[in-house]
Nanobody
Framework: QVQLVESGGGLVQPGGSLRLSCVAS????????MDWYRQAPGKGRELVGT????????KYADSVKDRFTISRDNTKNTVYLQMNSLKLEDTAVYYC?????????WGQGTQVTVSS
C-alpha cells in the first residue's frame, strides 16, 4: 500500500527556516519523480517544486526560488523540502505527492505557519 507521510511543519517567524520530510512506504522514491505542493487558506493547491527521477530538481515555483530546496535520501526513502527565509505568504499546508500516470498519490499534509 502506497503511503506518504509528511512531517516537520510548525510555527516559525518570518525569516526563519523549516525542513519538511516526506517518508514514503509501499514504493521506492529512488528513480521516481516527486512533487511538493502547498495550499494556502482560501487558495488552490500550488506546485512548489519537483525532483525528477534522476534526483535533479526540475522546477520551482517563482515564489520560492532561491529560498526552497528539494532533495531526496533514497536510503531513508524520504524526500525533503528545505525552506529558508520564510515569508508570511508561505503559510500553507504542504503536501508531497507521487504522480504516476494519470494518478497522484498524496500525503496528508503538514501545516506551516509563518507569523511574528
Amino acid at each position: 500500500q502506497v503511503q506518504l507521510v509528511e512531517s516537520g511543519g510548525g510555527l516559525v517567524q518570518p525569516g526563519g527556516s523549516l525542513r519538511l520530510s516526506c517518508v514514503a512506504s509501499g514504493f521506492s522514491v529512488a528513480h521516481r519523480a516527486m512533487d511538493w505542493y502547498r495550499q494556502a487558506p482560501g487558495k488552490g493547491r500550488e506546485l512548489v517544486g519537483t525532483i525528477n527521477s534522476r534526483g535533479r530538481v526540475t522546477k520551482y515555483a517563482d515564489s520560492v526560488k532561491d529560498r526552497f530546496t528539494i532533495s531526496r535520501d533514497n536510503t531513508k526513502n524520504t524526500v525533503y523540502l528545505q525552506m529558508n527565509s520564510l515569508k508570511l505568504e508561505d503559510t500553507a499546508v504542504y503536501y508531497c505527492a507521487w504522480p504516476i500516470g494519470s494518478e497522484v498519490h498524496w500525503g496528508q499534509g503538514t501545516q506551516v505557519t509563518v507569523s511574528s
